[in-house]
């Protein structure tokens, strides 16, 4: 190959790696107005985002002036606007992925603050993040019942586990309790909600 057409080729190849590293990709159709010309056609695609992706949207959202818009999103899931925009500000106060808080909440208590479960070794689990009466002795019911407390002592509780065991999968096993095979179903079953609330997120913005 001559020295031109190496360069030409050369030069035709990191055009279109350039193109390709800003998330688009090409499809080549036949023109519908002439049979014998080939077109290429720019098809862009939204990026996915997920976890503190999410998080960073949400800021910047609120930032633009379209909080109610965000709110909006997770208002029919969590069923209560103020409750919506509480969690969303503890999210991001804590730096834990709305999706995934909004996981653990919808496992624990399906956003009930008045939940309430009586475990086999005696103590109680109490409110939204299902607080428990061991781990939180020092509050009484009325305290783990209420809204802010509750979801403040249950990030405070989540991101510690986060930092002592360095990743969200195994501070949610231990936000339920010990490393047992009951807890890594409900890692598993949080997970699951996660994408689907990530997803629901996705669709909407």
């Given at each position: 190959?001559?020295?031109?057409?190496?360069?030409?080729?050369?030069?035709?190849?990191?055009?279109?790696?350039?193109?390709?590293?800003?998330?688009?990709?090409?499809?080549?159709?036949?023109?519908?107005?002439?049979?014998?010309?080939?077109?290429?056609t720019?098809?862009?695609?939204?990026?996915?985002?997920?976890?503190?992706?999410?998080?960073?949207?949400?800021?910047?959202?609120?930032?633009?002036?379209?909080?109610?818009?965000?709110?909006?999103?997770?208002a029919?899931l969590?069923?209560?606007?103020s409750?919506?925009q509480?969690?969303?500000?503890?999210?991001?106060?804590?730096?834990?992925?709305?999706?995934?808080?909004?996981?653990?909440?919808?496992?624990?208590?399906?956003?009930?603050?008045?939940?309430?479960?009586?475990?086999?070794?005696?103590?109680?689990d109490?409110?939204?993040?299902?607080?428990?009466?061991?781990?939180?002795?020092?509050?009484?019911?009325?305290?783990?019942?209420?809204?802010?407390?509750?979801?403040?002592?249950?990030?405070?509780?989540?991101?510690?586990?986060?930092?002592?065991?360095r990743?969200?999968?195994?501070?949610?096993?231990?936000?339920?309790?010990?490393?047992?095979?009951g807890?890594?179903?409900?890692?598993?079953?949080?997970?699951?909600?996660?994408?689907?609330?990530?997803?629901?997120?996705?669709?909407?913005?």
């Amino acid at each position: 190959m001559r020295t031109k057409e190496k360069i030409i080729l050369w030069v035709f190849l990191s055009i279109m790696l350039g193109i390709l590293s800003t998330n688009t990709f090409f499809n080549l159709n036949a023109s519908k107005v002439d049979p014998g010309v080939k077109t290429v056609t720019v098809v862009r695609y939204k990026q996915f985002l997920q976890r503190e992706e999410i998080n960073d949207a949400i800021r910047d959202k609120i930032n633009q002036g379209k909080k109610y818009f965000i709110m909006n999103i997770y208002a029919d899931l969590v069923g209560d606007p103020s409750l919506t925009q509480l969690i969303t500000s503890y999210a991001l106060e804590y730096d834990i992925p709305i999706s995934l808080l909004l996981s653990i909440i919808y496992v624990e208590s399906s956003f009930n603050p008045a939940a309430v479960n009586k475990n086999s070794n005696g103590t109680y689990d109490y409110g939204l993040m299902s607080l428990n009466s061991r781990t939180f002795k020092g509050y009484t019911d009325k305290q783990l019942y209420d809204e802010e407390t509750n979801l403040q002592l249950g990030c405070e509780f989540l991101v510690m586990l986060k930092e002592k065991y360095r990743t969200w999968g195994e501070a949610v096993i231990h936000y339920n309790g010990l490393y047992t095979k009951g807890a890594r179903s409900y890692m598993v079953k949080v997970m699951e909600k996660e994408r689907e609330f990530e997803s629901m997120f996705n669709d909407k913005i």
